[in-house]
Every structure is written in C-alpha cells, then in structure tokens.
C-alpha cells in the first residue's frame, strides 16, 4: 500500500507547479501559518482536530496536540514551498495551500520519523505537511471542494493514524 501512495504522489506531483517560496512568521492554530509578509495560510484539505463540540451538548473543549505538534516543527523563519490547487482563498481570504517544508538537498526520504510524510521534489525532499498532520493523527480530511488533488491520500492516511493509535488516537 506504502507503494501505491508513493507512486500516486510522485505521479501528481511530477505535473505541479509550484507558484511561491515563503517563510512563516509564526503558528495560528495547527492547520493556519502566518507568513513573514503578513498573510495567513490555511492547509487545504484537513482540519487540525483542536475544537471539539460534543453532539447534544453546549459544552465545548480545545485541544492544543495539533498546535503544538506543528509548533515542535519550528517552522518560524523557514522557506515553505506553496502549491495551490482550483481555489486560491478560503471565505477568510486566507490563502489555500498544500505547504512543503524542505529537509534536505538530496534523497533523505527514508529518515522520516513515523508520522511523518516525505516526497521528494526538484530540488530535494520535503516534508508534505498537509499529509504529515493526517498521518501523524493530528488533523483530519475536509474537502474543500474543487480543492480535492489529495482527498484519496488524505483519507488514507487519516485512516492508518487512527488504526496506528498516533496523535489523539492514542
């Protein structure tokens, strides 16, 4: 199955383009980053798990993992590589990405920890972490529609953090 993923992804990825290099000021929540310019991102196609509303219940509690995981990644100061999909913005003005963190120049693809999703692109590999949040049971998958290019992953990887008992699953 790891396989399969694999191929799938390089095969998307091989026809993306990739429109901006930016680096984070700072972490919102876990699936919002502020950029050094002033913009805010929303990762396309999960939702950080941090506000839970319990069904017929007013009661509501936040989880900070998800922030927290996404904090421990020190990303402030770092160049992000953004990739956008049909919709540039959320109803927010936010924009809409699927947001690479580079790890090394060459193929180090092998040394992600688990939980971790890494693809390797032109230049090096990155880490996806849109998917590394799903697959690390930090977020869940939302489409966004027509922003859909990794719903099949997503929902893949969702499925094996939970069956794998990581992040809030535990």
Known sequence: MKKRIF???????ASTSFADRVKVQGIIKGDILQLEDGQ?????????????????????????????????????????????????????????????????NGNCINSAKEGEYFVELDDGTYNFLNATLLKSGYAEPIPVRPNTKYLKLFQELFVEARNNNRGIWK
Request: aromatic share 14%; hydrophobic share 40%; charged share 35%.
């Open 7 to 13: 191929i799938f992804l390089f095969l998307l990825l």
């Open 40 to 104: 805010s991102v929303r990762l396309i196609g999960i939702n950080a798990l941090e506000d839970l509303i319990f069904k017929n219940a007013s009661r509501r509690y936040e989880r900070t993992e998800a922030t927290d995981f996404v904090k421990s990644l020190k990303l402030e100061g770092k160049e992000l590589r953004l990739e956008y999909d049909n919709k540039a913005e959320d109803d927010f003005k936010r924009t809409y990405a699927y947001v690479y963190l580079k790890v090394c």
